[in-house]
């Protein structure tokens, strides 16, 4: 492990992060449980109920893998997969989620409740267990996310710090943002409602977006409305974060 050679310091927390294991699967699971245990959870207890998850849906490991590709290849400070599987919260909480997601759907809702707790705690993240989440998902710094109950994320969608998806008042049933593939959403910006953002759109930061954004456009300011031409890429993978007439960054 070239990160313990460079630092002996490491070597315990390589180790037992990643060298003693058998599989990524366990190594996550590891890496999961020991990030989440408290004193109503133990580590053992919390390590068992991810490995149910595990079993029960073995996408979550194979959405995992993509989610930490996808880090690699989108985030301009990293160039490996180790990093964000040790130290980025955002792809920590994610994985979290997925297993409160499984629990949720198997009729585990206080369990599953348990472990959103955690990841709010720990992690200052919160993603509703009921909430969709696809896969090669960047959750970029993550901090101060909050996503509603039935939000969905698409696959290779990008979300900067400080996002909502949340719902727009007392309301039920289905109330909360639909992120459609591709997508990316700037830092600190709010979508409300049971709105859809589109194949590809561009949230810009700071926005509060109240009406559904239209495929491959961008959109920014309070409220949100449409700025630039539209474009023909999926800037979630891209992380082209510019936008023209007029110009702005996210």
Do not use: C
């Amino acid at each position: 492990m070239n990160a313990s050679a460079k630092d002996a310091a490491l070597t315990r927390a390589m180790n037992s992060a990643v060298l003693y294991h058998a599989s990524f699967a366990q190594a996550l699971a590891q890496r999961v449980a020991i990030k989440l245990a408290n004193h109503d959870l133990d580590h053992e207890e919390l390590l068992a109920v991810i490995a149910q998850a595990f079993v029960g849906n073995r996408n979550i490991v194979a959405d995992a893998a993509a989610d930490l590709t996808a880090i690699k290849e989108r985030d301009p400070s990293n160039t490996e997969i180790l990093t964000p599987f040790l130290y980025f919260k955002g792809f920590v909480a994610l994985q979290g989620q997925r297993v409160a997601h499984w629990l949720w759907h198997h009729d585990r809702l206080h369990l599953a409740r348990h472990i959103q707790s955690r990841i709010s705690e720990v992690f200052g993240v919160d993603i509703h267990p009921a909430a969709k989440m696809g896969r090669s998902i960047m959750l970029d710094h993550g901090s101060g996310l909050d996503i509603g109950e039935t939000a969905v994320v698409e696959d290779d969608v990008s979300i900067l710090q400080n996002v909502t998806l949340g719902g727009t008042g007392k309301e039920t049933g289905d109330r909360h943002p639909k992120v459609r593939r591709g997508a990316l959403i700037g830092a600190g910006a709010k979508i409300l409602g049971n709105i859809e953002i589109g194949v590809g759109a561009k949230v810009g930061a700071g926005s509060v977006v109240v009406n559904a954004v239209t495929a491959y456009t961008s959109v920014a300011g309070i409220p949100a409305r449409q700025v630039g031409k539209r474009h023909f890429n999926l800037p979630g993978i891209t992380m082209d974060q510019t936008l023209s007439e007029p110009e702005y960054t996210i």
